[in-house]
Nanobody, 113 residues
């Protein structure tokens, strides 16, 4: 059974930092593409960042460039999202997923005030 579990969400003040983690079980992602998405209430889901787990190449959506960093830990089969200089507009439910959308976690809430 493939499962993605996010953790690390919480409530922080603007300008603060938060680190999200995604633990994968049931498969290894090292030959796949992993991504973080987010969705605020009443808003469309948007891609935040992705990483090609084989090459390590990354992509970031414009609103988070320079503030967010996606990374992988192959030994632990996890993908993380370091979020710095957080602003209220970053508040959303953050989801870990394969880039294709085949697998999704249940999400972790991030609130920035």
């Amino acid at each position: 059974h493939v499962q993605l579990v996010e953790s690390g969400g919480g409530s922080v003040q603007a300008g603060g930092s938060l680190r999200l983690s995604c633990a994968a079980s049931g498969y290894t992602y090292n030959r796949n593409c992993m991504a973080w998405f987010r969705q605020a209430p009443g808003k469309e889901r948007e891609g935040v960042a992705r990483i090609a787990t084989g090459s390590g190449n990354t992509y970031y959506a414009d609103p988070v460039k320079g503030r967010f960093t996606i990374s992988q830990d192959n030994a632990k089969n996890t993908v993380s999202l370091q979020m710095n200089s957080l602003i209220p507009e970053d508040s959303a439910m953050y989801y870990c997923a394969t880039c294709s959308g085949a697998y999704w976690g249940r999400g972790t809430q991030v609130t920035v005030s």
